[in-house]
């Protein structure tokens, strides 16, 4: 009798053995496929030009401010993020300069471009990105210039890549349109002095103040500061 109960409470414990390790195994298993990282999706190609058209025919207003915020959501997916960086630059560009001229007036596009997908670490995509606004530019100059100038700064700054952030302040400064402020036009100076190009510095300079072309006080004031400080940094040289 007392040999039956022992093999009973073996044949139990085998068997709840069993149970508690399939138990665990089938934990184990749902933890995996719930925690497992989904698919990240590439950016898709822009539409055709006659898809494109068709979609937004109804209303284009509304189909912008569609396709603008699923542009800018599309780094969210399945509850994680993905590195900007990690994105097809060309296909970004791409929507970009479509959604841009979906709607002509909206600035926001470039200030993406500028602002947000300028910014990541991979310094090609960032000058891809910067060539790009720069494009935009010349198209629409009086609409564009605050994010050319953006382009310059960043170019100045991040990339450390003067030659580049000089390109972008020159078109800014030499642009005739009467929309471009005084301080944008500026930023080719300031490039220059950091360049160590003094001479040309005061031919631009001599030559706005001896023309009398500039009427703003302010503006007056830091040309011939800036003047002034060139000609002393001339003289340290010198030494």
Same mark, same amino acid.
């Given at each position: 009798?007392?040999?039956?109960?022992?093999?009973?409470?073996?044949?139990?414990?085998?068997? @709840?053995?069993?149970?508690?390790?399939?138990?665990?195994?089938?934990?184990?298993?749902?933890?995996?496929?719930?925690?497992?990282?989904?698919?990240?999706?590439?950016?898709?190609?822009?539409?055709?030009?006659?898809?494109?058209?068709?979609?937004?025919?109804?209303?284009?207003?509304?189909?912008?401010?569609? @396709?603008?915020?699923?542009?800018?959501?599309?780094?969210?997916?399945?509850?994680?993020?993905?590195?900007?960086?990690?994105?097809?630059?060309?296909?970004?560009?791409?929507?970009?300069?479509?959604?841009?001229?979906?709607?002509?007036?909206?600035?926001?596009?470039?200030? #993406?471009?500028?602002?947000?997908?300028?910014?990541?670490?991979?310094?090609?995509?960032?000058?891809?990105?910067?060539?790009?606004?720069?494009?935009?530019?010349?198209?629409?100059?009086?609409?564009?210039?605050?994010? @050319?100038?953006?382009?310059?700064?960043?170019?100045?700054?991040?990339?450390?890549?003067?030659?580049?952030?000089?390109?972008?302040?020159?078109?800014?400064?030499?642009?005739?349109?009467?929309?471009?402020?005084?301080?944008?036009?500026?930023?080719?100076?300031?490039?220059?002095?950091? #360049?160590?190009?003094?001479?040309?510095?005061?031919?631009?300079?001599?030559?706005?103040?001896?023309?009398?072309?500039?009427?703003?006080?302010?503006?007056?004031?830091?040309?011939?500061?800036?003047?002034?400080?060139?000609?002393?940094?001339?003289?340290?040289?010198?030494?």
């Amino acid at each position: 009798m007392l040999r039956k109960i022992n093999h009973r409470n073996k044949q139990q414990g085998w068997f @709840l053995l069993i149970i508690a390790a399939s138990f665990i195994l089938i934990m184990l298993w749902r933890e995996s496929t719930i925690y497992q990282r989904p698919k990240v999706m590439p950016l898709p190609d822009v539409p055709s030009e006659s898809a494109m058209n068709l979609l937004v025919a109804s209303d284009k207003a509304f189909a912008y401010r569609v @396709l603008i915020l699923w542009l800018q959501q599309f780094d969210v997916q399945a509850g994680q993020y993905i590195s900007y960086q990690s994105m097809d630059y060309e296909k970004l560009i791409h929507w970009l300069q479509t959604l841009n001229k979906l709607e002509l007036t909206s600035q926001y596009p470039l200030l #993406l471009a500028t602002r947000v997908y300028s910014r990541v670490a991979d310094t090609n995509k960032t000058r891809m990105m910067l060539e790009y606004v720069f494009k935009e530019f010349q198209t629409n100059p009086g609409k564009n210039w605050r994010w @050319l100038a953006e382009a310059s700064i960043t170019a100045q700054h991040k990339l450390k890549d003067l030659p580049l952030a000089l390109k972008f302040a020159t078109a800014l400064a030499e642009e005739k349109n009467p929309d471009i402020p005084l301080w944008a036009k500026d930023i080719r100076l300031i490039i220059l002095e950091n #360049l160590g190009e003094f001479e040309q510095i005061k031919l631009l300079v001599g030559g706005l103040l001896a023309n009398k072309t500039i009427m703003d006080p302010n503006e007056i004031r830091f040309l011939s500061l800036l003047m002034k400080r060139v000609e002393e940094k001339e003289r340290q040289n010198a030494k």
